[in-house]
């Protein structure tokens, strides 16, 4: 693992580092708009106080912290891996370029000592998973490893009840910023309920000390909505989401490349505005999470 110099130094201080992951620049997005997301998120990062470390593997070796130029390289070049736990080790063996997702940036975060990581919209269960059992490896990091993930809720091609069941399972509290239910990636609200309404990021840093102080294993979801003028309506996004997950089972499309190949048919399908959208909230995520971090390692250092 290679950790940048800057980075290095301010968890060594106890200062705030936001982790931020590689797939959503390689597999999410399209090129140029995925580098320049990714730039603007990390200034998002810094605007809001703390430091951004973007994750990714680079010819076999675990960066925590890439370059503008490397990020560059990364939502450029063709054939990057997407990275999830059971491909890191061959990735890294046969000194590959990956890509990680929410579950290795989950895992690299920790090995490097950083307790808060900013996305987009996380994995869950897929719609179908009672015959596919295509359910994210996302949700079982969350479960085992100390790392708080704030997001949009998990993507809007998946089983939002399911994916809560399974969040549930592994023990994840799912926390909401100012909104009484869980947030729906594209769509403002989801409409199903979480375990706690917060108003103020300090509140969900107190939620991160009281977990880390009892030694509960495991991480924390913070669900943050799409901003109001960036959301699409449920009535619009829903049947072009139906359509893309048909035109997947009729291609025969599954497993790791069902999420990259959904978010990009839906991307055309709506002519760029849920690119538009995914940029947003990523961006919105980026501000709360770098807010949350400052007051989590405030209250850390105050023990
Ligand atoms: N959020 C986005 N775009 C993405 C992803 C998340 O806005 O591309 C990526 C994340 O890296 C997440 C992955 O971990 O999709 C989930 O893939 P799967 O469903 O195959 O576990
Ligand atoms: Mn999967």
């Known amino acids: 693992m290679r950790i940048n110099q800057e980075v290095k130094k301010a968890l060594d201080e106890g200062r705030a580092v936001v982790a931020l992951e590689s797939t959503i620049i390689s597999h999410g997005m399209p090129y140029p708009k995925n580098v320049a997301t990714a730039l603007m998120v990390e200034k998002t990062v ?58 290795t940036t989950i895992l690299a975060a920790k090995a490097a000592g950083i307790s808060l990581f900013v996305t987009g919209g996380i994995g869950g269960v897929h719609r179908g998973a009672e015959t596919t059992w295509d359910v994210s490896r996302d949700l079982y990091e ?36 100012k909104e009484e239910t869980f947030a729906n990636f594209y769509c403002r609200s989801s409409g199903k309920p979480v375990d706690y309404v917060f108003n103020e990021p300090i509140e969900a840093a107190r939620v991160m000390s009281a977990q880390k102080d009892f030694g509960l294993k495991g991480g924390i979801l913070i669900s943050n909505p799409c ?63 770098a807010k949350i971090a400052v007051e989590y390692a405030r209250l850390r250092k105050e023990k």
């Open 227 to 289: 901003p109001e003028e960036d959301a699409l309506p449920h009535s619009y996004i829903d049947s072009i989401i139906d359509q893309a997950i048909k035109e997947a089972d009729e291609k025969g499309v599954k497993g790791k490349d069902s999420t990259p190949f959904l978010l990009k048919r839906v991307v055309e399908l709506t002519g760029g505005d849920s690119l538009e959208t995914n940029i947003h909230l990523v961006i919105n995520n980026a501000v709360l999470g």
């Open 142 to 177: 969350l479960g085992s490893e100390p790392v708080t993930v704030v997001c949009a809720g998990c993507k809007a091609i998946l089983d939002v009840d399911k994916t809560l069941e399974v969040l549930e399972t592994q023990g994840v509290p799912v926390l909401s910023y």
């Open 46 to 103: 810094r605007d809001n106080g703390a430091i951004p470390a973007t994750i990714g593997i680079i010819d076999g070796e675990v960066v925590v912290g890439m370059t503008p130029d490397e990020i560059e390289e990364f939502g450029k070049k063709a054939g990057i891996a997407k990275v999830s736990k059971r491909d890191m080790p061959i990735i890294i063996a046969t000194k590959g370029w990956g890509a990680t997702t929410v579950s």
